[in-house]
């Protein structure tokens, strides 16, 4: 059997258990509703729960993990506030303005690889480069200066990497990935032409979130079945690309590893220690999912059980697939209908473990395909329980 068949057929097959689809039941949104929206939204057909429920979710300012949303606690304005204005010089004010074009222009190509291929790290990461811009913005307004409104010398540029996103989605995520390093490059350059620290604490920050976007687009290249380029080991170590920590603190590091003086809002620790902070938060908060996820069965058989038939690399690759084509169908489960899958799964697993209708070969895929399944449908439980399950790939929100 063709294994994407398989692949599709074996989590089509598990959806379709799923209990009654709940919009809003189960998360923030069902608790802040009027009787009145409650008694209409379970009136509605499910195409028209959808899309009234998401009405609801921008009324009361919900989003879809449940929970009410909350601005970013280290603006650049922040960062900045305690480092005093200095004059620029004529190449200073320039490695600006180019910066600015450059994160322009990575916006814009992501937005348009968004609308060609649909993938979200085109859109998460193009709502970042908007950030970017923002922050850039904070340095022309202290120091008078207006951003540019066009590419100018990069018009050219912009028409050929177009061209390049044309060709295929890989050569899309390619493209992602070479602005990247890009842009890791450019600033790095342009940190060591500057001796003002709100310049350097700005642009360092900036570098190192392409760290993120660099993972993310790495990532989707694999978890689409696409080589990852060799030059992306040489800013990520496999840990790094695996791993969910956020990133920022990556150009600080090589820079202070070479001897260049930052300021403290910019230095590898003090980025770190933010990030930790952070990672704290969200770690008492997983344990807690943990203990209470252990109480509702989500844990699944363990992992000796398993062990002999789930391929890692398969998982990986299997739950981005499922991402990318399931997690809107998802998303519209309660979480009992959630919990209920996992348990359906689990009892799915022993059985496929036990049968002797299937070569150890489909066993690995089916089971690797199931734990895949398990871990999108536990990343959506902890979403519900409004834990994040990744560090926001953002630059200010170490």
Not at 150 to 175: C, G, H, P
Not at 318 to 333: C, P
Request: proline share 2%; net charge negative; with cysteine.
């Amino acid at each position: 059997m063709n294994n994407k068949k398989l692949i599709l057929g074996a989590i089509l097959a598990v959806l379709a258990w799923g209990t009654t689809l709940a919009y809003g039941q189960g998360n923030g949104l069902w608790q802040v509703i009027t009787a009145e929206e409650r008694a209409k939204l379970q009136s509605l057909s499910p195409e028209e729960r959808m899309e009234y429920a998401q009405q609801l979710r921008e009324k009361y300012g919900i989003t879809q993990g449940g929970q009410q949303r909350a601005s970013h606690s280290h603006s650049p304005e922040d960062i900045i506030a305690n480092i005093p204005v200095s004059d620029l010089t004529d190449e200073e004010k320039q490695l600006l303005i180019d910066q600015y074009w450059e994160e322009k222009l990575a916006h814009d190509l992501y937005v348009y690889a968004y609308e060609k291929y649909g993938l979200d790290v085109f859109k998460n990461i193009a709502d970042s480069e908007t950030q970017h811009q923002e922050a850039l913005q904070v340095l022309f307004d202290r120091y008078g200066l207006t951003p540019p409104s066009d590419y100018a010398r990069y018009t050219d540029v912009a028409d050929d990497l177009k061209s390049q996103i044309d060709e295929s989605l890989e050569s899309a995520l390619n493209v992602g990935v070479q602005a990247e390093i890009d842009d890791i490059e450019a600033i790095y350059n342009d940190i060591l032409k500057t001796d003002n620290e709100d310049v350097r604490a700005i642009l360092t920050r900036i570098g190192g979130a392409s760290y993120n976007h660099l993972r993310g687009f790495a990532n989707a290249l694999e978890q689409n079945w696409y080589d990852v380029p060799d030059v992306v080991y040489n800013y990520l170590s496999e840990d790094e690309l695996t791993q969910k920590w956020s990133l920022v603190y990556k150009l600080a590091e090589r820079l202070e590893s070479e001897g260049i003086e930052l300021p403290e809002v910019a230095t590898s620790a003090y980025i770190k220690n933010n990030c930790a902070n952070q990672g704290a938060q969200t770690g008492a908060k997983a344990q807690r999912w943990s203990q209470m996820a252990t109480q509702r069965g989500v844990q699944g058989r363990s992992t000796a059980a398993r062990g002999k038939y789930v391929n890692n690399t398969k998982v990986n690759r299997y739950r981005g697939l499922i991402k990318n084509k399931y997690q809107n169908r998802i998303n519209q489960y309660s979480r009992d209908g959630l919990v209920n899958l996992v348990a359906k799964i689990d009892a799915l697993e022993t059985k496929i473990m036990e049968s002797d209708n299937y070569s150890d070969t489909k066993k690995e895929t089916y089971i690797s395909v199931l734990e895949a399944l398990k871990l999108v449908i536990q990343e959506r439980l902890m979403e519900l329980d409004g834990l994040q399950t990744d560090l926001i790939d953002s630059l200010f929100s170490n």
